[in-house]
């Protein structure tokens, strides 16, 4: 997902609390009763998504594969748009109705677990067959409850110019020392050293969490450790030594990877649904996971839509079979990688694999789901921002981070 559409669906749940409220106290407790699954099954399924073109790249080839076991099971596909999607499904859930599947922003699971409008899956999970070809961090869960599943992931990695590296003798850094030296070797052969995405919101934030956890700070409550002023001063000493252009920090990652296909920048914090662009630029090059910082190795966000079931589907046996025979299937976590995206399915990744996609997998083995504490996300991101622009100074970024942890779900 782009880190506009995560900013605007993100600042959208801040209108839900009341909506929250009354959702949960009119959830109904009866399940609704289930007929036996059997191939001449009649039955019509809704999906909602909120994702137009892709969803469409990948729901329709799913339910044409179903309808090739179920023939008689029809479907009703309903795009909302993202911003909106959070308050129709609450609102829908009021009248307990929705859809029975639906194909939604992770960092909502909270929310719609405490509203009672997405379906718990966690007995559906404990018995399915290829359940542990999943890594945990895949699963959406709130509490000790299962309610999605990530069946690929869209995450950060660090890009890196072959071409320069080469004649600089420079291997491809493994730790934030090691990246630190080959900017240093970098710029001062005349090259710029890395081009660090720092928008703020949503989208610094998204970057923001590889250093943060290189650090050792995992969690937003987290976040008042002395560790962060620490990270802090570095990110912002590359900039005030110019390792990273002071004029670029501002920048989203779909802006600042332009930079990077330039072809005279060593490094670049970037997302493997851009991993066609660099070809453009002529030069060789690759991607590695995060560099590790002091205190381990570096965690990055898993994005990506997840997969889930509404809380009153109107087969439930149905819907899970339909999750079961498409989006969790090897099938289809090989037509996801045709489309860019880092499928979780463990044998999807085996045999002739391209470097750099299998750089994202092994990246995404370090991984953690998007927090869905929106307001501690959007001013994270404020904060890494004005950090590395300039405006705040390491200290008084640490003292503010402190505030945020303080106040953090």
């Known amino acids: ?220 409550s987290d976040y008042g450790d002395p560790a962060v002023e620490e990270m802090f001063t570095r990110v912002a000493g590359w900039v005030d030594e110019g390792l990273v252009p002071r004029a670029t920090v501002t920048l989203p990652q779909a802006e600042a990877v332009n930079e990077f296909v330039a072809g005279d920048v060593a490094f670049y914090v970037g997302g493997n649904w851009q991993l066609t662009l660099p070809a453009e630029g002529g030069f060789d090059w690759g991607v590695a996971p995060m560099p590790a910082g002091p205190e381990g190795p570096a965690v990055v966000y898993l994005g990506g839509q997840a997969e889930a079931l509404g809380a009153f589907p109107t087969n439930k046996a149905l819907a899970w079979e339909f999750l079961k025979q498409t989006w969790l299937t090897k099938e289809h976590g090989t037509m996801r990688l045709g489309l860019g995206s880092i499928p979780t399915r463990a044998d999807v990744l085996e045999g002739d694999v391209d470097p750099n996609v299998q750089a994202y997998a092994d990246a995404a083995a370090n991984g953690t789901p998007l927090s869905s504490d929106t307001a501690s996300t959007l001013a994270v991101g404020d904060l890494w921002s004005g950090v590395l622009a300039g405006q705040t100074s390491p200290a008084d970024g640490a003292a503010q981070a402190a505030q945020i942890a303080a106040g953090a779900e």
């Open 1 to 220: 997902m782009t880190t506009r559409s995560r900013r605007k669906a993100l600042a959208a749940a801040l209108a839900l609390p009341l909506a929250v409220a009354l959702v949960a106290c009119s959830q109904s407790t009866e399940a609704p009763s289930d007929e036996p699954l059997t191939p001449d099954i009649e039955a019509t399924l809704t999906i909602w998504h909120y994702n137009e073109t892709a969803g469409l790249q990948d729901i329709d080839p799913q339910i044409a594969q179903f309808q090739e076991l179920y023939p008689n099971v029809e479907f009703e596909v309903t795009f909302i748009p993202e911003e909106q999607f959070p308050n129709r499904i609450i609102s829908a859930a009021t009248s307990q109705s929705g859809p029975d599947i639906m194909w939604y922003n992770g960092a909502f699971t909270k929310t719609f677990a405490d509203a009672g409008v997405i379906g718990d899956i966690t007995e559906e999970w404990a018995s399915f067959e290829d359940a542990d070809l999943f890594p945990e961090s895949v699963l959406q869960t709130s509490g000790d409850r299962i309610y999605g599943v990530q069946a690929y992931v869209n995450l950060n990695a660090l890009y890196y110019n072959q071409t320069i590296l080469d004649e600089l003798g420079v291997a491809v850094p493994t730790t934030l020392d090691e990246l630190e030296d080959a900017m240093r070797a970098a710029t001062a052969a005349g090259y710029r050293g890395m081009m660090l995405p720092g928008a703020p919101g949503v989208a610094g934030e998204w970057v923001s969490k590889a250093f943060f956890t290189g650090y050792g700070v995992q969690n937003f």
